[in-house]
């Protein structure tokens, strides 16, 4: 017969407004039977019908709901989904590279899917996703036709459903590094060694937004494969790209040839140490950009996180030059908006250093964030002028 969840008296208001997510601790009590990811019906209380969502009973978020009527997950519903999905996207005007699921945000709790030219990356980030691994493959291969489609799914989240991080070949055949076309470049995304699903497609609104802060020396921090160096360095006399991994300036350096770009070089190093050397030695730049990974992936990490934030921000705020530009953001959703603009005040003070915020922008239209789920709007961007 299935699961059915019955939530305690009051706990349906945040998941009637739209959010996904049934904590486990929300939970009166549970009937029926059935595997563990099954797809089971959650109710109010009172016994109202709420939602239906893959259980997990290892996991905090017990259920993480994804149909809200009588449907079912049949490849049918997962082909229809997905199509309206990737139907929203071309009707903003992507086409070769962007992310066609995100997760909640498209009611696919989850799963990511992120198209690279004729290629796909996946991640399946719940027990239930990977269930239906097979299904979504099928369904993947009938919708795009693509070349290859590789899982990404090597990320800790995933020992959170009792799952461990694993990556691969789902079909055909996929290179190590996959050409794409954004802002006007031509760029090699590395699917199978990359960050995330190989490349943040999150920011590409945002590194074409940086042409305009580009002119003269341009340090970018945290660079990874150069997407904010590659848009700098269409305007700017020297880029500077700078990143802790090896791998990731070689995918730099092949970026700007590819381009034709001879004015970046890159620089191997830990961020933190290299803004301190560069305050000490008195350099300076017209525009630093910062876009480090996410410093708090918990609510507990808080207090932490602000702390790094803050150390970058302030020696950043001191090797730019006066009327230049900081360009700063976080990916990390615990680090609300409210907080990182607390933290870049404290830090504009300690530097001693009078700050503007010219620009604030967020995630690119491709990763939608809904109203009703904070965890979904998740990218502060900032462009600060500096004096």
Known sequence: MGYNIYLKKSEEKRLISGHSWVYANEVERIEGKDKNGSLSCVYSHDGRFIGKGYINH???ILVRIFIRDDSSDT???YLRRISECNEARLRLGYGNCYRVVFAESDDLPALIVDRYGDYLS????????DQRRDLITSCLVK???PKGIYERSDVS??????????????YGEVPDFCPIAEN????LVD???GQ???YFLDQKENRFAVRRYSKGEVLDCFCNSGGFSMNAATVATHVTACDISPLALENVKANAALNGFTNIETLQGDVFDVLRSFRRDGKIFDTVILDPPAFCKSANEVKDACRGYKDINLTAMKIVRPGGYLVTCSCSHYMTRTLFEKMLTEAAAEAGKTVRILETRTQAPDHPARLSMDETCYLKFYVLQVD
Request: glycine fraction near 12%; avoid cysteine.
């Open 58 to 60: 290892l996991s905090k």
């Open 75 to 77: 490849e049918d519903f």
């Open 122 to 129: 996946v991640q399946l980030l719940s027990l239930g996703m």
């Open 143 to 145: 919708l795009f036709h």
């Open 157 to 170: 989240v995933r020992k959170k459903e009792g799952l461990e991080p694993v990556k691969g070949l789902l």
């Open 184 to 187: 006007g470049l031509k760029m």
């Open 191 to 193: 699917v199978k060694n």
């Open 196 to 198: 995330k699903t190989g």
